[in-house]
């Protein structure tokens, strides 16, 4: 699929690997790391400090909770367009010959979107699940 995508004209490093295979210890790191930058840019811009719980709902719209994330699979990917997503801002990035490269021929892959993310796809091509049955049914 990279290779198809930078054949397509997309920028090779927006094609990268960002962030793969994540165990729920990392995904607890990145959740008390996030955590803590969000309450920490709020107090630096003089924002109202949030509850834990609120602070929590605002987070979750960008990052899993620990448990809860497709990374956890082994079957998302986040690409590199992460970082330019982050810098530029989702729009630009959803303008990106990476995005367009990948919204038409991702799923020619195995790769589907994750819609608020234009960073994230996942592996699951037709009969994935019932190869895995099959698989965990042969090894018990
Ligand atoms: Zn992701």
New binding site residues.
């Given amino acids: 699929m990279y290779s198809a995508g930078v054949l397509a004209g997309a920028d090779p490093e927006h094609l990268l690997i960002h ?1 793969a295979y994540r165990s729920v210890a990392l995904q607890t790191e990145i959740w008390q790391y996030r955590l803590e930058e969000r309450r920490r840019l709020r107090e630096e811009s003089h924002e109202p400090p949030l509850s834990q719980r609120d602070l929590e709902r605002l987070q979750r719209k960008w990052t899993a909770k620990p448990g809860q ?3 956890h699979t082994g079957l ?3 690409l590199r367009l992460y970082v330019f997503a982050k810098r530029e801002g989702l729009a630009k990035a959803r303008q990106t010959a990476a995005f367009l490269f990948l919204a038409h021929s991702a799923r020619d892959f195995g790769f589907y979107p ?1 819609l608020p ?1 234009p ?2 796809w996942e592996y699951n091509p037709p009969g994935l699940i019932a190869r895995i049955a099959k698989l965990r049914g042969v090894v018990g």
């Fill in positions: 962030s994330s497709a990374h998302a990917l986040d994750y993310e960073w994230h």
